[in-house]
């Protein structure tokens, strides 16, 4: 069982994160990853914090993307640090993340947007595709959310936060299954603690949508309980099921898709309908929050849907979920979606 050491929600947190930084980094340099946009918002600020107020080195790369994963690697082989921070979207975080694993070190994540629940949990997105597509690292040791600045990110990516955090409604059918069939531990404490973060997204839809007051921190506190739930499960379980793996799918498939979170709130409604639950109350909360909630409003075509979901029970072939007991065919899959209002 993994848990942070340390978790700050608030506003005006620079000096918050300064003060983390310094505990995680026990006075050795810190490494800050960030993106370019993230850098302008708020990871220079940061920085030059932490040099004007202490007499530890730090030291800045820019990471968008995977691939700087081996660049950030060979920084961290030449010289000791003390922790890596991350201030960024998912793809920083999780570039960040596996680098402070890979290095033993204490990973602090600062996010910027509130776009999935990787910002607070152990795990990461596969680094290239002879990987399983998510694997396990540390838990971060912090995590510092300021929602000063995660406030200022466009409503496209805290609505793909609530996305990802309505797919623990059918994520948790998928563990209690495979719990049934294959005998799979199932935890009801990590199950109980992801499916409140889909419940609370029903319950504040429209607030959300409004982004009345508190409701961006509703979402950035239901995202790291998310992540929470899965280091008390040891797993991904608690969070990931067969929408999952269908956003997972979608991924491979497209050269440009969309986040994360969109992805898995459509096919949260897709596999809801499959499991003959609630499909409609995903839906209405995903189109209150103005998040897509149809192929349509997602931007996917239907049959690039359809090959999705054929391919989503090879992604994960352990994990078993209600699409490796049914198998559906193409025409199956068709159906489903008129069914479903999806398409």
């Not at 600062?110 to 597509?133: C, L």
Request: hydrophobic content about 40%; glycine content about 8%; aromatic content about 6%.
């Amino acid at each position: 069982m993994q848990l942070p050491n340390i978790i700050v929600i608030g506003r005006g947190l620079k000096d918050k994160v300064v003060e983390v930084a310094l505990t995680a980094s026990g006075g050795e340099p810190v490494l800050i990853v960030t993106g370019k946009t993230a850098y302008n918002i708020y990871g220079r600020s940061i920085s030059e914090a932490i040099g004007e107020r202490t007499d530890v080195e730090v030291h800045l790369v820019e990471a968008e993307i995977s691939q700087e994963l081996e660049t950030i690697h060979t920084i961290l082989s030449k010289k000791r640090f003390g922790t890596v921070i991350g201030i960024g979207g998912g793809k920083v975080i999780d570039v960040s993340k596996a680098s402070a694993h890979e290095a033993s070190l204490r990973f602090v994540s600062v996010p910027t947007v509130a776009s999935h629940d990787g910002i607070a949990s152990p795990m990461v997105s596969a680094m290239d595709s002879s990987q399983p597509y998510s694997r396990m690292v540390n838990m971060p040791f912090a995590i510092v959310a300021d929602i000063d600045v995660i406030e200022k990110a466009p409503h496209r990516y805290l609505a793909s936060g609530c996305g990802d955090l309505v797919a623990k409604y059918t994520a948790i059918k998928d563990w209690k299954l495979s719990h049934k069939v294959t005998g799979e531990y199932f935890g009801d404490y990590a199950a109980s603690l992801a499916y409140m973060g889909a419940e609370i997204i029903f319950r504040n839809a429209k607030k959300i949508g409004k982004r009345k007051q508190d409701s961006i921190r509703t979402v950035v506190e239901a995202l790291i309980s998310a992540g929470v739930a899965m280091g008390i499960a040891g797993s991904s379980r608690p969070c990931s099921g067969s929408e999952h793996l269908i956003s997972h799918a979608l991924g491979r498939l497209m050269e440009d898709p969309p986040l994360h979170g969109e992805r898995c709130g459509v096919s949260t409604i897709f596999a809801a309908f499959v499991h003959k639950a609630a499909w409609k109350r995903v839906k209405s909360a995903l189109s209150s929050i103005g998040t897509p909630s149809n192929l349509s409003e997602l931007g996917i075509d239907e049959q690039t849907f359809v090959k999705a979901v054929l391919m989503a029970p090879d992604i994960r072939p352990d994990r078993y979920t209600i699409l490796h007991k049914l198998r559906l065919t193409e025409s199956d899959v068709r159906r489903l979606l008129r069914e479903a209002e999806l398409s």
